[in-house]
């Protein structure tokens, strides 16, 4: 290759690299610069550039952004009810989560028994199945004893359906520390949790925090399973956004379903760019082990 | 690690995961083969002066009592397997008579709603799953081939349609496709036909939702990829430059076999994944020309008739897909672990 063509080629990478990077970030501030907009402007029939001046909402509120939407959604339609719900679950499954799968994959990446292989494999079994396939199995005995609806008993089932994925990726972080460390911490007198306790774990440290991270994701984007086990009052965001989508399209406040979309996408963000690195090792971590 | 020590370590997540995922499967298949009882009714003959009447109706003790003695609902086998709603077998059999060949058969077949929904998810997760391998590695290999400056704030990007709940992510999408949105507005400017709707054709709908399912899926392929990318061993492309390899012969003898096992990682989470489909359904309120297995089942569990014993069914029916689709991988790690011994 001479040194012109392999220059074009390069140009065509960076082009291709730069096409991708918009695709896949350009919907998110579309959608956040319209949130700020009245419907006519984010919706516009007659030219989509009102949607970036914002000539419409100029002529209702005398400027170019309004928070009318945010309004709306936040204080008329109580989103911000759902937002605490959204918290609390959150905090409760990750907490949960972390403390029961770390025990337990401790356990199986040190035993070396037959058992722990089947374990292992039934886990990988119960990862695969959609969680809705067991909504039905929950819902007569919720209704029955009268704990249908409410926060600790989706927070109980969003750590149970996450535990089989917990367990593999814990138990994948495990096994790159090496089992002396636990041997010479038993020599010293402690007992296996001890050991556990004051030498694994601090070691441990980022993989939990990159499994943490995981455990969030699965609560905070869950939507089969939240909708269909909590009451309308203790609902989460994602199925109050679903909910609003019905209500909105006809009430014609579908700014407030914008604003909602994009004050639930606001703390991903953040997240992404403050663990960007650990999200990556979590990702890369099930592959490079197989 | 002894066994008393491993089973206290064990047991909290034991118990959870047999709770609430091993038991609920039993309470699954056994309302699968149940159906609710049906109002007990008893006729009586009431008799007044001009005659005798025969008054038919519902005996509320005896119904109460059948639902408690039998609290499951009256057996019935497979027959929700085989009725209208799922297999359909009588309609099956009529459909395999009456075709000519093989696509009039399917056509007749995806009638039926839970054909239907077959058809779609395992078109859906036949496209996507590609589709998303092959841009995730072309990705890979760009970011990989650009200034190492930039590769952060790249993967900062790509990393959101991934990140972003399913349903938000295609709400927001399904919001630009609208006639009135921007992407919406484009494509009518593009065939210059102000009447065009994506949401009003099968075959766009489709087409749509298999677009976000890449848009959605890429980030996983790619990240994986790009750090496989970093391990591809350096002496190996330096002895093909010198052997004349171009770019493209790199890639495909060297840098593919270097990162087979990670595309068959990627293939089975992406099967496993795509497979559930569901929230793009809803985001972008598709069920009229798309729906899917897991669509069947949100479907038939909300709304005021809960439909238990029908999402049952469909849910055993899934989880038997799931099995099908995950049974090489199975087998594999079975004879893995049977050659070890």
Not at chain 2, 152 to 162: D, E, K, N, T, Y
Request: proline content about 4%.
């Amino acid at each position: 290759m001479n040194k012109t063509s392999s220059n074009r080629f390069s140009i065509l990478i960076y082009l291709f690299i730069i096409i991708w990077v918009f695709l896949a970030s350009f919907p998110f501030f579309w959608t956040f610069w319209g949130s700020f907009k009245v419907e006519l402007d984010f919706f516009s029939i007659s030219n989509w550039y009102n949607a970036v001046t914002g000539k419409n909402t100029f002529d209702t509120y005398k400027s170019q952004f309004t928070g009318a939407g945010y309004e709306g959604a936040w204080v008329q339609e109580e989103f911000w009810r759902s937002f605490v719900n959204s918290a609390i679950v959150c905090f409760f499954v990750v907490l949960t989560s972390l403390t029961i799968g770390t025990l337990g994959a401790y356990a199986l990446s040190r035993s070396n028994y037959k058992y722990t292989f089947w374990l292992l494999i039934t886990a990988l079994i119960f990862r695969a199945m959609p969680p809705i396939t067991l909504v039905a199995g929950y819902l007569p005995p919720f209704f029955e004893w009268n704990i249908w609806g409410i926060l600790p008993t989706t927070i109980i089932v969003l750590v149970s359906i996450n535990q089989p994925f917990t367990l593999w990726m814990l138990h994948s972080f495990f096994q790159n520390i090496p089992k002396e460390l636990d041997e010479s911490a038993k020599v010293d007198g402690c007992s296996q949790f001890q050991a556990f306790r004051h030498v694994i774990i601090p070691v441990m440290w980022p993989g939990v925090i990159t499994t943490g991270l995981f455990s969030f994701l699965l609560a905070y984007n869950d939507f089969a399973v939240t909708a269909m086990l909590l009451s309308d009052e203790n609902r989460t965001m994602i199925p109050k956004i679903a909910a609003f989508l019905g209500t909105t399209y006809t009430e014609g406040n579908v700014m407030f379903a914008v604003a909602a979309v994009v004050s639930a996408t606001v703390p991903l963000f953040i997240l992404v760019m403050f663990f960007q690195k650990k999200i990556v090792s979590g990702l890369t971590q099930g592959a490079v082990k197989g | 690690m002894k066994h008393k020590t491993f089973f206290w370590f064990i047991l909290p997540t034991f118990l959870a995961m047999l709770i609430f995922i091993f038991l609920p499967i039993i309470s699954v298949v056994l309302q699968s083969v149940h159906t609710p009882h049906e109002n007990v009714l008893i006729t009586v003959e009431n008799c007044d002066p001009f005659g005798c009447k025969k008054v038919t109706s519902i005996d509320h003790e005896a119904t109460k009592n059948l639902k408690q003695s039998e609290p499951l609902g009256k057996f019935v086998g497979l027959d929700i397997y085989f009725d209208r709603g799922h297999l359909a077998i009588e309609n099956f059999k009529l459909i395999w008579n009456n075709s000519e060949n093989i696509f009039s058969f399917i056509q007749s077949l995806s009638n039926l709603p839970f054909y239907k929904a077959v058809f779609f998810t395992l078109t859906f997760t036949f496209t996507v799953t590609p589709i998303m391998l092959l841009l995730g590695l072309l990705i890979a290999l760009g970011v990989n081939s650009i200034s190492k400056k930039l590769r952060g704030i790249v993967i900062f990007f790509s990393l959101l349609p991934m990140i972003v709940t399913p349903l938000i992510g295609s709400i927001i999408l399904f919001w630009m496709i609208d006639s009135r949105g921007i992407i919406g507005n484009l494509i009518q400017w593009l065939f210059n036909d102000p009447n065009l709707s994506l949401k009003a054709s099968t075959t766009l709908t489709w087409i749509m939702l298999i677009v976000y399912g890449v848009w959605h899926a890429i980030p996983f392929s790619f990240i994986v990829f790009y750090a496989g990318l970093q391990t591809v061993p350096k002496d190996q492309l330096e002895s093909a430059k010198i052997d004349g390899a171009n770019k493209f012969e790199e890639v495909i003898y060297i840098i593919i076999p270097h990162l087979m096992p990670l595309i068959t990682f990627v293939t089975l989470m992406q099967l496993m994944d795509n497979f559930r489909v569901f929230e793009p359904i809803v985001g972008f309120s598709a069920e009229a020309h798309a729906t899917s297995l897991s669509w069947i089942i949100f479907n038939d569990l909300g709304g005021e008739t809960r439909q238990l014993s029908a999402a049952a069914t469909s849910s055993i029916l899934t989880i038997i897909g799931v099995i099908i689709l995950l049974s090489p991988v199975l087998l594999r790690t079975w004879k893995d672990f049977k050659f070890k011994k």
